[in-house]
């Protein structure tokens, strides 16, 4: 059976690690020492034997994301198959402007995307030019879609609230062969989705869950008010999900250069693994 992995791009909330502007602790010492960086969440889906791959985001990191992965699977010049986008926020979609006339100039690349997402790209500059010139086709996905990507690995979208200024938010469940992942990058509250988050990471064997934030006090160090930026708190998210360490594995991504957690010495980082979750890093592999 062909082999299928999920390779972990990037971990950081849209503006990456270090962050633009920002000397705090953890972007102080991503400017110093390279292997603390960490680049805007995407992921790959890749068929090495195949020598195929899939993204999920086109983030701003996109150029230096591709040549980590390729050289990794040994797909040095091979283009993604297909981009499945969550939402319209900076660190989602800019990348796809990597794809254009001025860069890789690729020809009818399928870009997976909601209905206003699919008319964002199509009407508004300089979006639009990847459609005229067919750079990208984008295809509309709805809620509950299933979009197969080989014989063995189906995306579903599945649609969660995510203030939704511009376009939908998605999420995403990848089923391999073997395994079923469920990524969610950003959600507002658990409570808003109408989807109870405890009997979905039950239902998976990964959970790549938003982990922007530690607990409230992480906006004490960005000066920002936790009602402008709505991410449910790692702390309320244990919480809930703290009886299904032993069954799912649950990993925290999509951190902010203000998480406490991102440190892997830090005393709060311990608490986290001690209690059976995990904080994914850039690079990470994981065979579904």
């Known amino acids: 059976m062909t082999r299928v992995c999920l390779y ?3 971990t950081a909330q849209d503006g990456g690690i270090p962050h633009p502007n920002c000397f705090c602790k953890n972007c ?3 400017i110093y020492d390279p292997q603390f960086k960490r680049n805007a969440a995407s992921l790959a889906i890749v068929l090495p034997e195949d020598q195929q791959w899939h993204l999920i985001d086109a983030t701003p990191d996109l150029k230096e994301q591709m040549v980590k ?3 990794k699977h040994n797909l040095k010049g091979k283009i993604m198959d297909s981009v499945f986008l969550t939402h319209a926020h900076t660190g989602h979609f800019p990348g796809l402007l990597f794809l254009g006339r001025e860069m890789i100039n690729t020809r009818e ?4 995307a909601g209905k206003k997402m699919k008319t964002l790209l199509e009407t508004e500059a300089p979006w639009r030019q990847l459609t005229q ?3 990208i086709v984008v295809n509309e996905i709805e809620n509950g879609d299933h979009c197969s990507i080989s014989k063995n690995v189906t995306v579903i979208p599945v649609e969660v609230p995510h203030r939704n200024e511009f376009t939908e938010t998605f999420a995403f469940w990848i089923v391999g062969p073997n395994k079923k992942v469920l ?3 950003d959600i507002d509250r658990w409570e808003e989705w109408s989807v109870d988050i405890y009997q979905a990471c039950r239902e998976a064997d990964i959970c790549l869950l938003d982990g922007t934030f530690y607990s409230a006090k992480d906006f004490e160090h960005i000066h920002r008010d936790y009602r402008e930026i709505p991410h449910p708190p790692m702390t309320e998210t244990m919480g809930r999900l703290s009886d299904l360490v032993e069954e799912t594995e649950i990993f925290f991504t999509h951190v902010n250069h203000s998480n406490p957690a991102i440190e892997s010495e830090n005393k709060i980082r311990h608490i986290i693994e001690e209690k059976g979750f995990n ?3 850039d690079g990470m592999e994981f065979e579904i």
């Open 183 to 185: 990524y969610i990058p």
């Open 109 to 112: 690349l399928p870009v997976f």
């Open 69 to 71: 992965l390729q050289m």
């Open 279 to 281: 904080i994914a890093e």
């Open 8 to 10: 972990l791009l990037g």
């Open 28 to 30: 102080s010492k991503a």
């Open 133 to 135: 010139l067919n750079n």
